[in-house]
């Protein structure tokens, strides 16, 4: 489990986050949402414990992240960074286990094959493309968690060099982590994705939580699109912070709808009304 209380993270006389309390269960996904800059990544590297807060704490598995070693760190979280910046000659498979504390080549492999890069453990890593390097890095921290219960999965954007057909794999990946048991955070820009997968969502606006969503409830036989519709709007001001983007952020909550009316399965995660996540005051 992931515990923050009031964290406060300060740069050069700025406040970029102010007093985020999160509790993020184990084998649950939560979302962080927010125009750029709002503090997501901030946030996610206040929890991996790789930015220390001005106040505030931050536990893993009921120890707090400041008095952890880099080892224990990296045995009870595993972080997927919004890039790499990896230029060394390793193979795929050698990058997958730098994640590991007791190299397998075996879970190497099968943490390959989780990202659909399994024929690729031989390459050099520099020569693959941007969206293959990212995929690799995913398995890298598959592999971190593997078989260490209760360890946190902390997701820096991971689809965001990905086509529809690899976030669906990014998706799959984040609920099959969160299935065995582990707490899942991910930081989101693309609403299909946290609809697919998330549990609850963090909205983030200029370094403060705007809300916590509920927990988003399956809307499987029929959706109030009107509802969601003119819930859109208080949403997305709240998201975006820019209601210049209020159409193309319809667009795409309209597309995830039209698919999940379609889809008429009763399970939690394939169906999301935008407007239950925000009731009203």
Same mark, same amino acid.
């Given at each position: 489990?992931?515990?923050?209380?009031?964290?406060?993270?300060?740069? &050069? &006389?700025? %406040?970029?986050?102010?007093?985020?309390?999160?509790? @993020?269960?184990?084998?649950? $996904?939560v979302a962080l949402l927010g125009a750029n800059?709002?503090?997501?990544? /901030?946030?996610?590297?206040?929890?991996?414990?790789?930015?220390?807060?001005?106040?505030?704490?931050?536990?893993?598995g009921g120890r707090d992240v400041a008095r952890?070693? *880099?080892?224990?760190?990296?045995?009870?979280?595993?972080?997927?960074?919004?890039?790499?910046?990896? %230029? *060394?000659? #390793? /193979? @795929?498979?050698?990058?997958?286990?730098?994640?590991?504390?007791?190299?397998?080549?075996?879970?190497?492999?099968?943490?390959?094959?989780?990202? &659909?890069?399994?024929? #690729?453990?031989?390459?050099?890593?520099? /020569?693959?493309?941007?969206?293959?390097?990212?995929?690799?890095?995913?398995?890298?921290?598959?592999?971190?968690?593997? &078989?260490?219960?209760?360890a946190a999965l902390l997701l820096d954007e991971?689809?965001?060099?990905?086509?529809?057909?690899?976030?669906?794999?990014?998706?799959?990946?984040?609920?099959?982590?969160?299935?065995?048991?582990?707490?899942?955070?991910?930081?989101?820009?693309?609403?299909?994705?946290?609809?697919?997968?998330?549990?609850?969502?963090?909205?983030?606006?200029?370094?403060?939580?705007?809300?916590? *969503?509920?927990?988003?409830?399956?809307?499987?036989?029929?959706?109030? #699109?009107?509802? $969601?519709?003119?819930?859109?709007?208080?949403?997305?001001?709240?998201?975006?912070?820019?209601?210049?983007?209020?159409? /193309?952020?319809?667009?795409?909550?309209?597309? $995830?709808?039209?698919?999940?009316?379609?889809?008429?399965?009763?399970?939690?995660?394939?169906?999301?009304?935008?407007? %239950?996540? #925000?009731?009203?005051?």
């Amino acid at each position: 489990m992931i515990e923050a209380r009031g964290v406060v993270v300060r740069a &050069g &006389g700025r %406040t970029l986050l102010d007093r985020i309390s999160l509790d @993020v269960a184990d084998g649950e $996904v939560v979302a962080l949402l927010g125009a750029n800059g709002a503090g997501k990544s /901030t946030l996610l590297a206040a929890l991996a414990g790789d930015r220390p807060p001005a106040a505030g704490c931050v536990w893993i598995g009921g120890r707090d992240v400041a008095r952890m070693s *880099a080892r224990e760190l990296a045995g009870r979280r595993a972080v997927l960074r919004q890039r790499s910046w990896l %230029t *060394a000659a #390793f /193979t @795929v498979l050698e990058v997958v286990q730098l994640g590991q504390l007791c190299p397998d080549d075996a879970a190497a492999r099968r943490c390959l094959g989780m990202v &659909g890069m399994e024929g #690729f453990a031989d390459r050099v890593y520099p /020569t693959l493309s941007g969206g293959e390097q990212q995929r690799v890095q995913l398995a890298r921290v598959l592999a971190q968690i593997d &078989g260490r219960s209760g360890a946190a999965l902390l997701l820096d954007e991971p689809a965001a060099a990905l086509d529809l057909r690899q976030r669906r794999m990014v998706e799959q990946v984040a609920r099959a982590a969160a299935a065995h048991g582990h707490p899942v955070v991910l930081v989101a820009h693309d609403l299909d994705v946290v609809a697919r997968c998330a549990d609850r969502v963090l909205v983030l606006r200029a370094g403060f939580a705007v809300r916590l *969503a509920v927990d988003l409830l399956p809307l499987v036989l029929r959706v109030d #699109f009107a509802a $969601v519709l003119r819930a859109a709007d208080r949403v997305l001001d709240l998201v975006l912070g820019r209601p210049a983007e209020l159409l /193309t952020a319809l667009v795409l909550i309209d597309r $995830v709808l039209r698919e999940a009316a379609g889809l008429r399965r009763a399970v939690a995660r394939d169906v999301v009304c935008v407007g %239950t996540a #925000f009731p009203p005051s």
